[in-house]
DNA sequence: AAGGTGACGCCTA
DNA sequence: GTAGGCGCCACCT
């Protein structure tokens, strides 16, 4: 499996698309679910490179950092707050941090499957 | 070719 | 509970 590649992307998706409504689970467990427990930024890119016409749709808006934090994507930016409003549109309950953080409760929405409760197109 | 960056995570003060 | 440092590796300058 190499990181760049589609294969990699689509395994990535394959699983996001997994994640139940009004559920939430991090970078780093996508990362440990296809294989490659100690590349969770490369997840961030492929969600990056994601176009808006994917279809099926992958539900990006569920994915979030290892503490719960929605991550910021630089300040001019306003993906962390369109993250925010998908997933409150969902019924998750997203609260504000000290310094301004978005955050979710991943003790009551995380999803943290097992290898072998999933399905990873390239695999499967 | 070389160095900096990033939709991150873990370990240590 | 908070902050800072380091590891990670494809991509961009």
């Known amino acids: 499996m190499v990181l760049d590649s589609a294969e990699f992307h689509s395994a990535v998706y394959s699983v996001v698309r997994q994640i139940p409504v009004q559920k939430v689970t991090t970078y ?23 176009s808006p016409d994917t279809n099926p749709p992958v539900p990006w808006q569920r994915v979030v950092s290892s503490t719960g934090a929605i991550s910021s994507r630089g300040p001019g930016t306003d993906g962390a707050q369109r993250q925010r409003e998908a997933l409150e549109a969902e019924g998750v309950e997203v609260r504000i941090g000290r310094t301004g953080e978005l955050l979710v409760d ?4 995380g999803w943290f499957p097992s290898p072998s409760e999933i399905q990873i197109e390239n695999e499967g």
């Open 28 to 50: 780093g467990h996508i990362a440990k679910l296809v294989g490659m427990p100690n590349h969770s930024r490369h997840v961030g890119q492929a969600l990056k490179y994601l």
């Open 106 to 109: 991943l003790k009551e929405d």
